[in-house]
């Protein structure tokens, strides 16, 4: 590609005039990653300035850098074109789009934003689209996938774990699955991304947005940043599926107006789509009556909880949307088998009596979807028993209050690690224990996550369900030295393997 057709497309402007035949192979905004030939976005970050790195990037080999406006004097003498923008991370993005030949020109991409259900929505729709695009791509945290074949993306950062990839990788996928002959992609758009400039070229054939709850105020400063940031993601769309149970679905409505929405609920029976008559089949099936604008289906899922309820019907309501036939819908929702490290049950050797549960919960509001729901599964005499943590370096707000929630709906509570990151370990969990009340005394602190379990494990008996939050699909553990193997599914195993039935008492 040509420096002046990439110049063009992203919007930048030359600072002190350049070689129009000047061949680029390649965009970078790390300098240490700049090979011959490069363009080098200097972004300012959150804990570095990419302007510092300029010369680095230079003696790398680039050939041509970008520049926040009035930053371009500093650079001048370095030798390659200078070239300027008013958002060097909007440009960033257009430029790697145009870079990999504009691939969301020809996908249908779906936006798939909010707080908590993101992944399940995405993982159940695209079990509905693969019905007409056996092709169909989704990005998210658990993965990326073509079809139902993984693709392996790895990004500069071997420490990030972002539902919405960084540009340079985002873009490089979409051409992957445009080449590889998908139709439709299934994004999770998270609220960084959008703050960040990150979907800034892309166009949403339709968006779901699924909730709203206090998370990431370390990075937005409050609660309307964080929703400014979603809705800029619907605002892309040329239609949005709207929880309409949420405090924020009117604002939505007002913004993008009552034709390019619809919206879906478990409580008003006058939503598009209401689900009503739900019963549960201990923890493994539901059975409801789904409402389309007044006509019933029944509906089998081999998933359980009412949030999974809503997350069938935004999946339903999106690929109607998309023009498939409800016959397809509620064929593919009742083969649906969940989402890796949600609501997940371990398979446990045959001796075990009691049940395990990993599940992402690290949001307030999502850890207690999950407990009530293991909690009305319990038989009698069985307990609730809950391990979690909350991770380094992401908003400090919620630790109390997952305490709390722990505290509501446990009979037993393991207060542990998850991905400390940069922080102290126990600094982390002292935040964390500052939530429960003061006559709470039925939870034990083990900072050490692996000893963790094993503790928890040891303290199950016959009919107990024991919920690990926190960690989900994720086999590794993140500290101040990086990133570990860490398998809770594997750990489990072992574990359990050490006892026999009546070794785990009465």
């Not at 030295?481 to 489990?492: A, L, Q, S, T, W």
């Amino acid at each position: 590609m040509l420096l002046f057709e990439l110049a063009k497309y992203a919007g930048l402007t030359s600072a002190n005039g350049y070689d129009k035949q000047i061949q680029i192979r390649g965009i970078k905004a790390e300098s240490d990653r700049v090979l011959d030939g490069d363009v080098f976005f200097a972004l300012e970050g959150i804990r570095a300035d990419g302007h510092s790195f300029v010369a680095e990037a230079v003696g790398n080999g680039a050939c041509a850098i970008v520049a926040s406006k009035g930053r371009e004097k500093e650079f001048l003498k370095l030798g390659v074109p200078v070239f300027t923008a008013d958002n060097t991370r909007m440009a960033y993005s257009y430029a790697l789009d145009a870079y990999n030949e504009f691939p969301s020109k020809e996908l249908k991409i779906i936006a798939v934003t909010g707080t908590n259900g993101k992944t399940s929505v995405s993982f159940i729709l695209h079990s509905i689209l693969l019905a007409i695009d056996e092709k169909c791509g989704l990005i998210g945290t658990v993965g990326c996938f073509v079809g139902k074949e993984k693709i392996i993306s790895k990004s500069s950062d071997p420490l990030a774990n972002m539902t919405t990839p960084d540009p340079e990788q985002l873009y490089d996928l979409l051409r992957k699955m445009k080449r590889l002959g998908s139709k439709y992609v299934i994004m999770e758009a998270s609220s960084h991304a959008s703050a960040l400039k990150k979907l800034a070229p892309l166009h949403f054939v339709a968006s779901v947005f699924t909730n709203l709850s206090s998370e990431h105020l370390d990075f937005h400063g409050s609660m309307e940043e964080y929703f400014s940031a979603k809705l800029d993601v619907l605002k892309a769309s040329e239609r949005s599926v709207i929880n309409s149970d949420t405090e924020y679905s009117g604002r939505i409505s007002s913004a993008l107006g009552r034709r390019k929405t619809t919206f879906v609920s478990l409580k008003n029976k006058k939503s598009d789509y209401f689900a009503d008559g739900i019963s549960f089949d201990g923890s493994s099936s539901t059975e409801f009556t789904l409402y389309e604008y007044g006509v019933p289906y029944n509906i089998r899922i081999g998933l359980t909880g009412l949030f999974n309820v809503e997350n069938v019907l935004h999946a339903i309501a999106c690929a109607r949307m998309l023009g498939v036939d409800m016959h397809t819908c509620i064929l593919s929702v009742g083969r649906f088998c969940g989402v890796p490290g949600r609501m997940q049950r371990l398979l446990l050797d045959e001796h075990v009596p009691f049940s395990v549960f990993i599940d992402y919960a690290h949001t307030p509001d999502a850890l207690e979807k999950v407990l009530l729901t293991l909690r009305a599964t319990l038989k009698e005499k069985g307990r609730l028993i809950t391990l979690f943590g909350c991770g380094g370096d992401r908003d400090k707000s919620k630790r109390p209050v997952m305490a709390a929630v722990a505290e509501a709906y446990s009979d037993i509570v393991t207060v542990t690690s998850d991905n400390s990151r940069s922080e102290d370990r126990e600094r982390i969990i002292a935040d964390v224990i500052s939530g429960f009340s003061k006559d709470f005394n039925r939870y034990t602190v083990i900072t050490d996550r692996k000893k963790a379990i094993e503790y928890s494990i040891g303290l199950c008996r016959e009919g107990d369900v024991l919920l690990l939050a926190g960690k989900g699909h994720e086999k590794y553990e993140i500290d101040k030295i990086g990133r570990h193997p860490f398998d809770e599914e594997k750990i489990v195993g072992e574990c359990v393997r050490k006892y026999k039935k009546e070794d785990f008492g009465e």
